[in-house]
């Protein structure tokens, strides 16, 4: 079919392209608040603890200034979340027949367990600071911590069963995937790595977040105590969970070059099958979605196989020798990912972890001589721009987890081809992902002007809560923005 204008002719867009675009554009959009949210709770979480057990105002302070930020971030994380569940009905119906019954348990885990656990408590957390006793109310953000974190878990189960399916069957008179064992799913070894590696990649979001807001104060007023404080702590912050989640996210890599070796092959432009792999530095390759070679290749010998097998000769799958077998194995088909796209988006990821790290290790560096920190104005300028790191990195992750998985939208199961609603034609889709993009792009506008902000305004005055005479405790008002 196609598109008449003038003497050209167009091709026109398929349901199922622009169905994978709205879903890429809400999925990446609201994962933008998701590790803000996770790593930041903590962090309040972890300051009202510190309050509740020295007394000191300045950690209560502290934890209604960033309080605020994480609320901000909650909202919107829910309103894009609900959007983009709504469409594996909407445009995935076929998808949804195919796995509902298996997809849907962690799903309906994360909805009826984690959110409403999160949710019911984060609502006694905000009005409950004059109303709750204080170890109670202590306890709430607490929950709301455990909450959010499990919230992850849940949803990884989902997403790590596509990547790597375990505990089911498919029925042979229906044909359809069914559940065998909730208890395979919920330990699938892709989960526990992922969720580890999710996790530490979210603490370093929201310790680079917290980094940026504090050295923004700092440059405006080098002498404020306050966030000379937070700085030092989001510093050793951002530098354990920058190690961890390059060192997780390693192991992760080794997993899923067993798992998944078409897309591990992508991410690393190897065509051939090595024993002694070496590791990509550069690579530049024919201008195709699905080259079967590179033109130009930097490498260093060796270094894949070491970092995939921990062995010097460890042999490597290529893209060429997998295509083959998964051809032979799964039916005639073009079983590669877009190879720039898994090469570059793997590259991005790893690349800003590893500058993220360099960032804290030059701040703890400053801060062994007193004063020297708050006087780099340099540095500072730099961690508040340093912010969009994580976030960066976390969408260039998830884009290579996606798409290094395609055609597969359950790995080795079902085509993404065939996952598609066949009912809802590409007009339907068009004009609800137009309607998304304008929507997001609104919410966008209005969530960076509200972080902006929150993050530009004062933590309340030193005093405002003061001790009361009879030595109850301190009882400030609802958060409030």
């Given at each position: ?100 019954d298996i997809f849907g348990a962690p799903l309906a885990m994360e909805g ?174 024919p201008w195709q979605a699905h080259p079967s070679k590179s033109l130009v ?185």
């Amino acid at each position: 079919m196609w598109l008449l204008r003038g003497s050209r002719s167009l091709p026109s867009v398929s349901a199922l392209d622009l169905a994978r675009w709205q879903f890429a554009i809400t999925t990446l959009y609201h994962f933008l608040f998701v590790p803000v949210t996770i790593g930041l709770v903590w962090f309040v979480a972890a300051f009202q603890t510190a309050w509740h057990r020295s007394g000191d105002e300045r950690w209560l302070r502290l934890t209604r200034f960033f309080g605020r930020l994480f609320l901000i971030n909650f909202a919107l994380g829910v309103v894009t979340g609900i959007v983009q569940e709504f469409q594996f009905g909407m445009n995935w119906s076929a998808y949804s027949k195919y796995v509902g019954d298996i997809f849907g348990a962690p799903l309906a885990m994360e909805g009826l367990a984690a959110f409403f656990l999160e949710s019911t408590f984060l609502g006694l957390w905000i009005f409950g600071w004059d109303r709750l006793r204080p170890r109670v109310h202590l306890a709430t953000i607490w929950i709301v911590a455990i909450g959010t974190t499990a919230s992850a878990y849940f949803i990884l189960a989902a997403n790590s069963w596509m990547q790597h399916p375990v505990g089911y069957k498919i029925n042979p008179v229906t044909q359809r995937a069914e559940m065998t064992s909730i208890a395979q799913i919920l330990t699938n070894s892709t989960l526990i790595r992922a969720f580890g590696h999710t996790i530490a990649a979210a603490a370093l979001t929201g310790s680079m977040l917290v980094l940026g807001v504090a050295a923004w104060h700092l440059r405006r007023n080098a002498g404020d105590a306050l966030f000379g404080v937070v700085t030092r702590i989001a510093l050793w912050t951002t530098l354990a969970a920058a190690i961890v989640t390059l060192l997780l996210g390693h192991t992760q890599g080794q997993l899923m070059t067993k798992q998944q070796p078409m897309k591990m092959a992508a991410a690393e432009a190897l065509y051939k099958t090595k024993s002694g792999a070496p590791f990509s530095l550069f690579d530049i390759g024919p201008w195709q979605a699905h080259p079967s070679k590179s033109l130009v290749s930097i490498a260093i010998p060796h270094g894949l196989s070491i970092l995939a097998t921990n062995s010097w000769n460890g042999k490597v799958l290529g893209i060429n020798d997998i295509q083959a077998a998964y051809v032979a194995k799964y039916g005639p088909g073009d079983y590669r990912p877009i190879v720039g796209i898994d090469y570059w988006s793997f590259r991005i990821m790893t690349g800003l972890g590893f500058l993220a790290l360099l960032i804290a290790a030059i701040g703890l560096w400053l801060a062994r001589a007193r004063g020297r920190l708050e006087r780099s104005r340099r540095f500072l300028r730099i961690a508040v721009w340093a912010i969009a790191l994580p976030l960066v990195a976390n969408l260039a992750g998830w884009i290579f987890t996606e798409m290094g998985r395609q055609p597969w939208v359950v790995q080795g199961l079902l085509l993404t081809k065939n996952a598609v609603s066949p009912t809802v034609g590409p007009w339907s889709v068009g004009l609800t992902l137009a309607g998304f993009t304008a929507l997001y792009g609104v919410l966008a506008v209005v969530e960076g002007l509200l972080m902006f902000r929150a993050a530009r305004s004062d933590p309340e005055p030193e005093g405002t809560y003061p001790a009361p005479a009879d030595g109850s405790p301190i009882t400030p008002p609802a958060l409030t923005y």
